[in-house]
């Protein structure tokens, strides 16, 4: 692998025609690991002449709020200079030579700055539910399965089992055990199939870790944000939502408050977070364990504008449906109001239709925005229809155009229980995984206390 991908590099500098891999927007261990696998075996298995390149479907600057990514590359040996990302190649003028085939792997829709691209596209590899009216026109293989290197997997060893490294191997594995949830059978996220190609590369390789071990470690790293600058924490895990001409974003950080809002240079770094990403208000849920391994969740929302600050901290005070339990923790920072949230149930999904109420409230009482005048010569309600739009998608900002279709649903047998089993398999977020140990950590609680009685 390591030889393979170095290669890939010094055929960017030739002009000829390019197999591209692609994998999603998300550019989650999963969508990684597939694209850089698939590839591989393609070239390996392909006549001399074709040229297949992975490429990442990010910036390269981008790849430090993937730790779990880092870690893995670190672990099984592979530069992060080998890799190419999104921003290191031009699929566009590629394809306007002619030169330019596209192969979609853990995904199989093109955010509408690359529907052009969808002429290039000759096969897609997903693990989600086709999107008829969204899926390019060429040959399809989608499987349901807990991970898209599941099927990869599948694809090598059915097709040419000899190429397989012990170094893909070992990236194939972690991926779907992550991706399955260490195979937990309560959890229910792995398919027969995931445990049968977990088991295949296990005795292939017999030295490859343990599970738990690679689990737990990756794990570890996906949440871990020691390493990251404050704006980094910000956009790891973020959504947005609108309101005439109005955005709040809000970002999950994975630390205590008390911690983050002791960052050095914080208020400077939150001023110019906004002014970068044209953002209002900027709330912060932050989401971690205690020492006695019990959920925490506080809040701080950032906004200069002082009327619209009150009104969305009055609104999340006020609120019984859901009650939010906020007690006020003291700050110094102007602009920056922070509170302990009391009801840890209260996930950021249950935040935001709180948040958009804020805003309507704030619009109700005042007739022009914080951050511009009323737009002329349109309606309010179009105004807010045309953010609603935007906004009540709620996608996360780094992984999905706002105007393109939503991922699918998650399944009820996953860690977040939202809808039926076959609309899905979606990326598991830190935010579901922290709000289903948040769940079963209260629920241990209650048989305690029922038990005592």
């Known amino acids: 692998m390591e030889d ?32 850089l696998a698939l590839a591989f075996y393609m070239a390996k298995t392909t006549e001399a002449e074709e040229v297949f390149v992975p490429v990442l479907n990010i910036k390269r600057s981008e790849l430090p709020l993937r730790g779990d990514n880092i870690f893995f590359l670190q672990k099984v040996h592979i530069p992060e200079t080998f890799l190419i990302f999104r921003d290191e190649i ?76 012990r170094q893909t191997a070992a990236l194939l594995h972690g991926t779907i055990i992550l991706d399955c949830v260490n195979m937990d059978l309560k959890i229910g996220k792995a398919t027969p199939k995931d445990k049968t190609y977990v088991e ?40 947005v939502i609108y309101r005439q001409g109005t955005k709040v974003a809000i970002s999950a950080i994975y630390m205590d408050l008390e911690a983050f809002l002791q960052r050095s240079d914080l208020l400077t770094d939150l001023h110019a977070f906004c002014q970068a990403h044209g953002c209002d208000v900027l709330v912060a849920m932050t989401i971690f364990f205690n020492a ?25 005070e006020r609120s019984d449906s859901p009650c939010l339990k906020l007690t006020p923790v003291p700050s110094t920072h102007p602009h920056l109001q922070a509170y302990l949230q009391g009801n840890t149930q209260v996930s950021r999904k249950k935040l935001l239709p709180l948040l958009q109420e804020a805003l309507s409230a704030y619009f109700d009482s005042s007739t022009v925005s914080p951050g511009q005048p009323e737009t002329a010569g349109v309606s309010r309600e179009q105004v807010d229809k045309e953010a609603d739009r935007a906004g009540n998608s709620l996608t996360p900002a780094l992984s999905q155009d706002e105007e393109d279709p939503p991922l699918p649903p998650t399944p009820m047998n996953s860690l977040v229980d939202e809808c039926p089993l076959d609309q899905g398999l979606p990326k598991l977020s830190a935010e579901a995984v922290f709000e289903k140990c948040s769940q079963i950590s209260l629920s241990q609680s209650t048989a305690a206390s029922l038990s005592k009685k």
């Not at 890939?8 to 989650?28: F, I, K, T, W, Y």
């Not at 870790?209 to 949440?223: E, G, M, T």
């Not at 959920?295 to 009150?310: N, S, Y």
């Open 4 to 35: 393979y991908l170095q290669g890939c590099r010094a055929a960017l500098q030739e002009s000829r025609p390019l197999h591209v891999v692609l994998g999603n927007e998300a550019c989650d261990l999963d969508s990684m690991v597939s694209a």
């Open 90 to 165: 031009d699929l566009h003028t590629l394809h306007q030579a002619g030169q330019l085939s596209l192969i979609l792997v853990d995904h199989h829709v093109l955010p509408k700055g690359d529907a052009v691209l969808e002429e290039a596209v000759t096969e897609v590899l997903d693990h989600r539910p086709i999107e008829q009216k969204h899926c390019p026109p060429c040959h399809v293989s989608v499987e349901l399965v807990g991970s898209c290197a599941t099927l990869v997997t599948e694809r090598i060893l059915q097709g040419a089992p000899e190429i397989l490294d």
């Open 200 to 239: 295949k590369l296990e005795a292939l390789f017999p030295d490859l870790p343990k599970r738990s071990d690679i689990f737990d470690s990756l794990q570890k790293a996906k949440f871990d944000v020691s390493g990251l600058t404050t704006e980094q924490m910000l956009r790891k895990d973020q959504k």
């Open 292 to 316: 006695h391994n019990e959920p925490v969740r506080q809040l701080a929302i950032f906004c200069p504008h002082e009327a619209l600050r009150m009104m969305i901290c009055g609104v999340l």
